[in-house]
């Protein structure tokens, strides 16, 4: 059999990121299909962008499709099996097997599949492709429930590519993997058909639908049940995690065609249909765990042990080779949980131990300790509850991939394996990649993984640019799957086939099994359009064709390995790009430049201004889901210093002399404007955006506050026990209508403490610098920064008073503003600055009463607390003024971004609206976060009053008194 390709198609070692084919009418075609203009693009920018996955191919698609429900789906599938147009899904773009890369029609599963139901008290939930882990997670985790399948991932894989690969993770093992956990779907296959699953008539319905799909269902379940050995193999086949080729173990497990159907699709990497919608059993959240790392001479001596481990009741055993240690100790976050000693030839098991009761765990911690005492470890264990402690290792295990991959020499591409061998063979198998490595020159190789499970992945960097590096990779990859089959093994344990593994699907099964994937295949897909050459090929070296290239661009961003994890924290991804696309771009760019393709080089730097440069936050949220601490933000400040207009430069260039007037003039303007009729103020205001430039003159919109306060010098008292540095923020926005602002209330607040404060002299013209750092404005930011310090530097007595900002991006523009002058005032490491929020959790709510208390109060935590992590102080400050807290499970980085909300206000408008949303869905007593740009677009997205955490503190202490 010969599986249909695209004849578009070109093949070839390495693919070039800047190969765009015309569209030659496609994307008019889909546009008449599908019946929206605007689901369809074929621009080279939106192409571009959509080439790579987190996988080590790169495939340029012909045309990009948003589908916005799953009749939409319907459409464009009967539209390419009419005319013969390969289709291929992608949602997280996650996957490591180049399951979605095509050079045909790329079908975007994410931006309008996103939706999640909780159902029977979360014993079941509903959730559509595009929703990632960690949300269907946090939705289910006030019902102490939580998916089955638990991927390192988790933050970014989405709900479509757990379904399309079978994904397991670090405690599932095959008893809670999404084959396991999967209830019901709601399916359209490649006809168009849409068929729900869990329709009391679905067989009836399949079978009246689509009448030749459902016979050949039926013959198939007989042909797997009548021969035993294929019936045997099958069993042994799946009785280790196992993601090679379709899931024919649902041949035996199921009686009836459609339920047959429904599990097939569980592994088949969109090559059977589109799954739309899933509901799952969910299974109980253990919320009591202990967690420990086992550090071991050698890796044998660490998967020897692994028996007893397993028997003690462990939950998961993750295993870390020496070179994964070695690794890890590049992140600081890692550093303090690992061994101290050099690390050599040694191994670590991370072994972690729940249960549902304190009483359970502590049955499995004494269990344990017998073990341990037993085992040649290096040093002795520390099993621990403590959360900060668990955190720590888990954080080494989850981003270690990325750890990896991201220290690669520049230029290089990294490529992830996953295998699976039954647990007694283990050993003999890590010892025997370990030799192929040695052999086949790969010094750098790491192995890491799920041994509790048998499953391990190991990671080789490669590049692929040298003919001699392809032969290489060609034997190792031939070598390393004799192994593994020797041992009994699975090539793919829960990456999926894709494309790296599709061409030894057969070598693995055995013909008789074979030839029921193939029948399989044809059932489903008769036109073969369902993303074609991945999980089935005929073709023996796909494995080697369209490999991704990795041009080195800027130092900032050099490290990202394209994982995607950056994508769901970004507030723009719904409206324009993603960090990881906006390095996508400057890749491109910078091959297309290398190439002389000026045309090109122009297309994507016109198209990058708007996309890439003017909708960035600079909100740095992509760093703290970055395993390899990448903030775009860094790059897109670069690029703005490079393409800031004169005019936007002179004004801040001004501003920096003359801040103190800029600030009243600010302030006087918006109260000015609030008191005329809004059209007066519009039209004037929208012809300078059109003559000036949207990204230089702001919108001003009567949703604005009016103008703040002017800040004073002074002391609250004689007895000085800290330096409040009022953010000028403050005094160019007023505060909430009824509010008294947050420095009026922080003031109160400390004086009730008996705390006296002092503000800087000359504070009314001092800024933490982070308007012209956004701006990419460095020496304007660096005289404003300079002054700025010095000036705490002497109010803060030589740094023996610590300085409290009452802004949260403003503590957090000082803090790193603080950072960077360091090397030039290393005296200035004495000095503390701290956020109002953690300052008086710390500090005054000890000495405070509080006797009242509102109902219900919801929160909005802003990118720069959760970057300096004073979230935890947010809540406890609002649960000291609230029974019940509320922080949304759609919170997300306002995007307001200084002001880049008032620039770009469809920014804003596209990054809360499913917060806001949420939050209209119910009612509160207050609505509180801790920065007054951010309240200023909640207040925006809601309709409702944001104030700052401290001054409804303030107004219930006032109440009580």
């Known amino acids: 059999m010969t599986f249909p390709s695209s004849a578009a198609q070109a093949y070839a070692s390495v693919s070039s990121r800047t190969t765009i084919q015309p569209d030659n009418g496609l994307g008019a075609a889909l546009s008449a299909a599908i019946g929206r203009a605007d689901a369809v693009s074929v621009s080279a920018f939106d192409r571009v962008i959509a080439a790579v996955d987190a996988s080590h191919y790169l495939i340029t698609p012909a045309a990009v499709v948003t589908p916005r429900d799953k009749e939409e789906v319907a459409r464009l599938l009967h539209h390419a099996s009419r005319t013969g147009e390969p289709v291929t899904f992608r949602s997280g773009g996650t996957s490591l097997s180049g399951q979605a890369t095509t050079g045909n029609i790329l079908v975007d599963t994410r931006r309008h599949f996103r939706g999640i139901e909780v159902l029977d008290s979360g014993a079941r939930v509903r959730v559509e492709p595009g929703a990632t882990v960690r949300q269907v997670n946090a ?35 095959i008893a809670q993997n999404t084959y396991q956990t999967l209830e019901s779907a709601v399916i359209v296959l490649a006809s168009g058909t849409i068929l729900d699953s869990a329709a009391p008539d679905a067989d009836d319905r399949l079978r009246h639908q689509e009448p030749e799909l459902w016979q050949a269902l039926a013959d198939l379940r007989q042909k797997a049940n009548e021969d035993d050995s294929v019936r ?63 550090v071991f ?33 590049m992140d600081p976050e890692s550093r303090t949980a690992l061994p101290s000693f050099q690390i050599v030839d040694n191994c670590a098991l991370l072994v972690e131990y729940q249960s549902a009761t304190p009483e359970g765990l502590a049955e499995h911690i004494a269990a344990a300790a017998t073990i341990f005492d037993g085992l040649p470890l290096v040093e002795r264990p520390r099993l621990s509850e403590d959360p900060t402690f668990r955190a720590s290792l888990w954080h080494i295990r989850k981003g270690l991939y990325a750890t990896i991959a991201g220290a690669r020499p520049s230029g290089t591409t990294a490529l992830l394996e996953d295998i699976a061998v039954p647990v007694g063979k283990l050993s003999e198998t890590c010892a025997g990649l370990q030799t192929l490595f040695a052999v086949h020159g790969y010094a750098d190789a790491v192995i890491f993984g799920h041994a509790k499970d048998g499953n391990i992945h190991f990671l080789i960097n490669e590049d692929f640019g040298s003919a001699t ?33 599709a061409p030894f699907v057969s070598r693995q099964y055995g013909e008789a099994i074979y030839s029921l994937m193939v029948t399989i295949k044809r059932a489903f897909d008769p036109m073969g359009v369902l993303n074609p050459d991945t999980v089935l090929t005929e073709d023996a070296d796909l494995h080697l064709r369209n490999l991704k290239s990795t041009p080195s661009v800027e130092t900032e961003v050099d490290r990202c390995v394209e994982c995607g994890y950056c994508e769901p924290v970004c507030p723009s991804k719904d409206l324009t790009t993603t960090p990881r696309q906006r390095i996508v771009v400057r890749r491109a760019i910078a091959e297309a430049d290398a190439k002389g393709d000026s045309a090109l080089v122009r297309e994507l730097s016109r198209a990058q201004q708007y996309e890439v440069v003017d909708t960035c936050a600079v909100d740095g949220m992509c760093q703290t889901a970055c395993p390899v601490s990448i903030n775009t933000g860094d790059l897109v400040r670069r690029l703005r210093s490079e393409t800031v207009g004169a005019g936007s430069s002179a004004v801040w260039n001004t501003a920096v002399t003359a801040w103190k007037p800029m600030t009243r003039v600010a302030s006087t303007a918006l109260t000015l404007a609030a008191a005329v009729p809004p059209p007066l103020i519009q039209g004037p205001n929208r012809v300078a955006r059109h003559l000036l430039g949207d990204d230089t003159v702001p919108l001003w919109s009567p949703d604005l506050p009016r103008g703040g306060a002017r800040r004073i010098s002074g002391s609250t008292s004689t007895d000085v026990e800290a330096v409040f540095f009022q953010a000028c923020v403050g005094t160019m926005f007023g ?81 790193l503003a603080l950072e960077g002058a360091l090397a030039g005032h290393p005296e200035y ?4 600055l701290i956020d109002a929020v953690d300052y008086t959790a710390k500090a005054l709510l000890p000495r405070l009463d509080v006797d009242r208390k509102l109902a219900r109060i919801v929160v909005h935590p802003t990118c720069s607390s959760t970057r300096a992590g004073s979230n935890t102080h947010l809540l406890e400050l609002a649960a000291a003024v609230s029974d019940t807290v509320t922080v949304p499970d759609d919170w ?50 809601t309709g409702h ?17």
């Open 735 to 815: 505060p909430s209508e009824g509010g008294p602002g947050v420095a009026t209330s922080f003031e109160a607040l400390a004086a009730r403490a008996g705390i006296g404060l002092v503000r800087p002299e000359g504070v009314e013209s001092l800024c933490c610098g982070t308007p012209w750092k956004s701006k990419g404005l460095v020496d304007s930011y660096k005289v404003m920064v300079d002054r700025t310090l010095t000036a705490l530097w002497r109010a803060s007595d030589h740094g023996g008073l610590p300085i409290v900002c009452d802004n949260s991006s403003c503590s957090e523009g000082l803090i």
């Open 892 to 941: 997300s980085c306002c995007a307001f971004a200084g002001d880049r909300g008032m620039l770009h206000p469809e920014l804003t408008r596209s990054a809360t609206r499913r917060e806001g949303e949420e939050v209209n869905s119910s009612s509160y007593d207050a609505y509180v976060s801790c920065n007054r740009t951010c309240e200023i677009g909640m207040t925006r997205a």
């Open 139 to 173: 939705r289910l985790r006030r019902h102490g429930r939580k998916l089955g399948p638990d991927p390192a991932s988790e933050i970014a894989c989405t709900i479509g590519g757990v379904i399309a690969n079978n994904s397991s993770g670090m405690a599932c093992g």
């Open 297 to 329: 001479e050698t890796l044998r001596a660490a998967t020897d042990a692994l028996v007893g481990i397993v028997a003690s009741g462990a939950a998961t055993v993750e295993l870390m080779d020496a070179a994964s240690l070695r690794a890890a100790l």
């Open 945 to 961: 009053p944001y104030q700052h955490v401290l001054e409804v503190l303030d107004a219930m202490i006032r109440r009580t008194k």
């Open 469 to 501: 590096n392809l032969v290489r990779y060609r034997a190792f990859t031939e070598d390393m799957v004799d192994l593994v089959l020797r041992a009994g093994g699975t090539l793919k344990a829960e990456h999926g086939t894709g494309k790296i593994m």
């Open 232 to 294: 045997g193999e099958i069993i042994r086949q799946f009785a280790i995690k196992n993601t090679m080729g379709y899931g024919v173990n649902a041949l035996i497990d199921h009686a009836t065609p459609v339920q047959m159907l429904t599990h097939l699709m569980i592994g088949s990497e969109g090559t059977l249909g589109f799954v739309a919608e899933a509901t799952f059993r969910t299974v109980p959240l253990h919320k009591h765990a202990a967690t420990t790392l086992l």
């Open 829 to 832: 490491s004495a000095m503390k």
